[in-house]
């Protein structure tokens, strides 16, 4: 029969719903309630696990969150996920998990003999060998280090799952749903303020579910069913089961987590498997509860060595006795419940060996009884066969058992109470380290403040929930204290048996022993953050909950202090381990960041276009004619066109600001390197802004609509950047200029219409009332016109091409149906729609510069623009680009490139030598910026910056490409390589 | 103690009971030659490399924590030399160099581990940023390899190559790049200048450095005042509180960056990479964990702790080329205080005060500068003249303009 | 983080965008050491440790830029306003 340690009656589980399991292939049966731990528990599997460094065999040792030692992999597959515990993990029929980190197999694992091998691999050995020979360390030594450690397997491929993000409110957020918590919750609630309980557990109680308590006149489990039933009645109550409040950010900002599919084979369709949250609290109380403490002695990570609550879960909870024939070892009166339990579950417990001598709490039963006595070490390998204890009086014995429950009194969940740099602080009267200064906003109640009285923690809870909703100024009544059952808190810790025999562990998971940390603390690490580090200890997927404070206790006692004055390390976010899959939610894939579409993009779609990613859009990049032509030919093609009939490109990327107000004139002389207040109403002008460093930052045209109206575009890239710059400078350094501007680049579409036959087609669209003549609207015009019967839109007469030129805006919802017509007016000249390939060679033929050029280390002058910024004002960045180095006569400069060979195919990023000279920081002249073949002059060309390369205009230089393999003579030349005297703009 | 094959055999035999403490815990003398303000990696490497370079030994450190306790212990142990403008491509290297020889120099094994830089690139302008960038180092001698999409494949198979929002074009690779192990870094440097005779004061804090006529005179600390013929800031994120008590101001804002570790895994990730549509960087320890960061908290901040926008970008940044690995879980994230300059590169420098001497501005870079910091400022405060390598490295260059800014973001520190 | 926008009520950092220490005057171009004084003013920072009055842009709010007075050790923030006097006005 399966289930040999399932008991037939009592506990949490649903016995009306079996669940069928694999654990390494071997099939088990559960109950709906049980995690993994419980089930593989119901079925004396003990060992379920290998440790990290020495691949000791473990197994379960607590009943939560804070398990070091039964990490398994779960599911199959795309879903298979390392590192799991099954402690936490929740049974569901089906489920399938897998030991990790040994080889061949959990039973037999080679990894073990790193045990053998463990007198020298103390803690730090790795920082005093494997240097020699120097080429060992990559190619010998830390292969395998790597695949020795690390515990599960990465997950391979595509996650089928998908996470949520969220955002929740509330006046009280409760951080765990024990005894304290749902108290807090309880008296909070019933004030109506909005209150958010959060429990890692599936289940509301924390330990009431695993205690045999009396709460009024109802047992614990009766008191969390009642009391959950009036939250859940309370509509201003949210309960969140199975959600872990992983960390505290400033101004009341709790991350969560909430596992909605985990207990689940896969999630319903259309439900994520887990969401993670921000959640905004006013206030918070933590009553997260404690850990229980292991004791430190020989062999004490044995499987079947257990904390004592958590084999009281697993009686109680999961009606599961883990062990059966069991010694107690306990530093405190705690112990003697679990041998009650043991005893009320049928089970044998073999003695309670009790550290203190003068413990006044009397054993059940003629159990024999041992005080002042320590276990020196476990019998067993792979289970626990018995202990040798050592008497008070010195006799040694041995004792036969298959298990041990181990109480040392608690260490406090203060973890969250340190994510804002808080610091626990030592307390002799409990014995524990509690909350020091605490988050703003948050306060700490039950176990979790040291509080570890069932009554008294109950207490704590209502009067804080009372207290802080008052405070928040609901109001709170008809709370009293309930009475609980009597018990018995009295400790002593015992941090370490010194006279054990074999390894006695403090981490588990990372296999740090009491010696690990004397050497470290012997070869001076004396500060706990360094012996933490040396060692290793806490580091590990627990964060140390189990192992730290202990790790501490020896830490001083090794360097003769006390614990306030070894203080602790830092607990950092998150409390527990958190999918990186849920903190990104379904910013995944596609998702990853929006992605922003031309007006014209359906229609290029349909044109077969091929698009790039140009930040967030996707712009056309050519318009290939036939599925092979390439883009080079697609590119000479539409330039071709273009230049010599028309073409037409999507330009609405370009940022779009509209300004209005009697100052704005004054505004962009200031920002602009020229001047725009004398710019007459109709006409545009071409404007470069620099930052205040004297870089330029971004450039584009202006226009002036009317008197007070000023339509400003930008780069696409440059878009965002500068209407923050322009927000600062009016609102913070010139509050007082009469203007007021926004972002319209969403709202308009606008296309670039370029080519001698750009008014041709234009006049097709534009209401004849408008005049459109080379004479009424010239080169740089621009104003407000109808189209395709009055359609209101913009028309600028502006150029990037070189070519007479034209670019017409409309609003956003006209931009698919304009790129139609613009298409049919067209055909009769030949028309080409062009990409951003074409448009990038037109500008680079025409030595424009572009986001190459102006990459942020650029000056006007680097650029050769220095004639468009005015002498005769100031703007921003005018006086820091004239600082010395901005003056030196041999500070690269836009100038253009030509290949000797034509057909030299230039590329970006190439750097500039002087014939014969050696690669050299000191040779080097310049780089490449922008390439293109140019159809114009049947050449590849290129525009760089060359170290006085005005001076040297004719002259032969090398570009270098190292990094592609090739070298080209090209000769500096003018960057204007086409139309040099702009006649063809004019139309 | 010197380690080597004999003597780590001989403590296995012997139950490692006569290892010796790596460094020694002084008490402050009445005056030093040298006064190093800061006990994190580049103030040790400091005053090793003048203990070893240059002969001193009257030499102190002063750490107001535990040594390493800044951010040469908590950042995301990058070892590089991959940089683009002239002012840093000497130092970096010269940095590497240091590396490459450092673990039988200082006879610590710092696990510096030469697996291998990528930086992808996800378009055709950002692949002629990276091939300027790779040609700037060839310059100077250093390689770098341009490497396309397939090769890029070839060497981390399981990035998103297919469904990705910015797809991955290629990549530019320095093999000799890698990771180190960084505490390990603190501690060779701690230990080798102990030995040679350095104090290195713990619990330390510097409170006031006491400058008259012009000339610094010592420090005001924690445990009294100690005098120096010479001082060196060497305080990361704090350098302006404490440069601020000689007068000084300087062009540096203190920003917090986060860091991350995954739960331990099976090896996944052989070398680095960074994100290249994002600012994110990437790798795997020898422990199993992977270890990433991507950019700063954007507000200026002394509180070593970050806030959950940074950590979502960054885990997005994550997903976004790996989502393989959305079930592994983050084990833990911290924060770190960055002393980021106007440009976004470092100073190593006199100040205007006689005797005073700065290090600082790293910015996102610090640690793998860690040992051609030292190198070259204790080379400064030996003999008053920068070293060859690290003359670009001017307080002056905000006035003069000679300015060194590898991304072109200006003077907005928290861009860089 | 949450940054208390005075035209928006507090919303998360993420909606602002940081740009530095608040209150630094932009110097007369025309004085006579105009060029130093644009050096002091593009680089040089307290950076202080404590309370500061810093620069916020509502990027993605109502597009204000706000003085926060935040405490650079804690984060605590004890006060934000428009950085535009006569914003300030036309709000009150």
Redesign the interface.
Known sequence: MSQLHRLSSGGLIDRAKPLSFKFDGKTYQGFAGDTLASALLANDVQLVARS?KYHRPRGILTAGSEEPNALVELRQGA?????VRATTAELYDGLIAQSQNRWPSLYFDFGAVNSLLS??F?AG????????P?AF??KVY?PL???A???????????PDT?E?AFAHCDLLVIGAGPAGLAAALAAGRSGARVILADEGPMLGGRLLSDRRIIGNQSGPDWVKATEAELASLPNVRIMPRTTIF?I?????Y?ALERVNDHVATPPAHEPRQR?Y?I?AKRAVLAAGAIERPHVFGNNDRPGVMLGLAMRSYINRYAVVPTKRVAIFTSSDEGYATAHDLIAAGASVQAIIDTRADATISAPNDIPHFKGARILRVLGNKQVQGVEIELKDGAIRILDCDGVAMSNGWNPAVHLTC???GRPVWDDKTNAFLPGNVP?GLSVAGAAQGHFGLKETLADGLRLGASIVDELGFKASGITTPDTDPESLAHTPLWRVKTSKGKCFVDFQHDVTD?DIE?AN??????V??MK??T?LGM??D?GKTANISGLAILGEASGRKMAEVGTT?F???YT?????A???H???????P?RLTPSHQWAEEQGAVF???GLWLRAQYFPKTKNESWLDAMIREVEITRSKVGVCDVSTLGKINLQGKDVGTFLDRVYTGTFSTLPVGKVRYGLMM?????V?DDGTTSRLSDNHWLMTTTTAGAGKVM?HL??C????W??LDIAFTSVTEQWAQYSIAGPHSRDVLIKLVDPQHGISNEAFPYMACGAITICNGIPARLFRISFSGEMAYEIGVSNRYGDALIRAIMDAGKEFGITPYGLEALSTMRIEKGHVA??EL???TTPRDLGLIKIVSQKK?CIG???S?????LAPDRPILVGLKPKNPKSKL?????FLDKGAK???E??LG??MSVAYSPMLKSWIGLGIVKRGRERIGETIRA?????GTEFEVEICDPVFFDPEGVRIRG | MHYSVFSIISQAFKGQKDWKPVWRYPDPKAEYEILIIGGGGHGLSTAYYLAKNHGYTNIAVIEKNYLGSGSVGRNTTIVRSNYQEPGNIPFYEHSLKLWEGLEQDFNYNAMMSQRGVLNLYHSDSQRDDYARRGNAMMMHGVRADLLNREQVRDVVPFLDFDNARFPIHGGLMQWRGGTARHDAVAWGFARGADSRGVDILQNTEAKQIRVENGKVTGVETSRGFIKAKKVGIVAAGNTTRIAETAGLRLPIESYVLQAFVSEAIKPLIPCVVTFGAGHFYISQSDKGGLVFGASLDYYTSYAARGNLPGVEDTIEEAMAIMPSISRVKLLRHWGGIMDMSMDGSPIIDKTGIDGLYINCGWCYGGFKATPASGYCFAHLLATGESHPVATALKLNRFETGYVIDEAGTGAQPNLH | MRIPCPFCGPRDSQEFSFLGQAGLKRPDPNAPDAQMQFHDYVHIRDNKAGVTQELWLHANGCRSWIVVTRNTLTHEITGSEFASPQVKEAAQ
């Open positions: 990290f879903r298979r996920e390392p590192n007198p020298f103390a050995f790795y920082y005093k060998t494997f240097m020699w120097t360390w990559e830390e280090i790597r695949r450690a690390g515990l599960g397997k990465p997950p391979v491929g595509d996650d996470y993000k960390g950010y400033d101004h009341g900002v991350g993670a921000r905004y994510h804002l740099g703003a010696t050497l012997r070869e001076g690490f004396r500060s953050e360094h580090r040396y290793t590990a997927t964060q830092i950092r976010p998150p381990p958190v999918a990186l899959g903190l990104a939610g910013h995944v894939h596609k998702g990853f960041r992605t790039m990613e140009t930052r205040e460093d004297g870089f930052q923050a927000e600062f009016h609102q913070v350094l509050p007082e986001g190459s990459n942020g280390q100031d005018k006086h820091m004239e600082r010395p180095a901005m590329t970006g990023g190439a750097h690669p050299s920081l040779n080097d780089h490449m270098v490409d190292f990094v592609r």
